[in-house]
């Protein structure tokens, strides 16, 4: 089983924030998986491993459930997100910088 994480990469160098829980949720994917990895190939069986997996993919996913709640709330990572075309193309709606500010 792979798992992919999928951001929004552009927004990383304009938001310092968001950059930052990128690696944060990065870092507990790639745990995730080495301990995963890990657990297949030398067959760990027993409650202990099981509790230790669980705890990691938890971990992840509440980085990335935080990276995510932040690009929808972060206003500077909507503007890249308009401004680049991910929202939805040709969008009639987008945002202007004065409404940005306010």
Do not use: P
Not at 30 to 53: K, M, T, V
Not at 61 to 66: E, F, G, H
């Amino acid at each position: 089983m792979s798992t992919q994480l999928s951001v929004n990469t552009s927004n990383t160098s304009i938001c310092s924030e968001y950059q930052r829980l990128v690696e944060e949720s990065q870092s507990a994917l790639e745990i995730w998986n080495e301990h995963r990895a890990e657990s297949c190939q030398f067959r760990f069986i027993g409650r202990d491993a099981g509790d230790e997996l669980l705890r990691l993919q938890a971990k992840y996913a509440r980085a990335y459930t935080v990276l995510q709640n932040h690009a929808h709330k972060c206003s500077l990572c909507q503007l890249v997100s308009r401004i680049e075309g991910h929202d939805s193309e040709n969008r009639s709606d987008t945002v202007s910088v004065y409404e940005m500010c306010t």
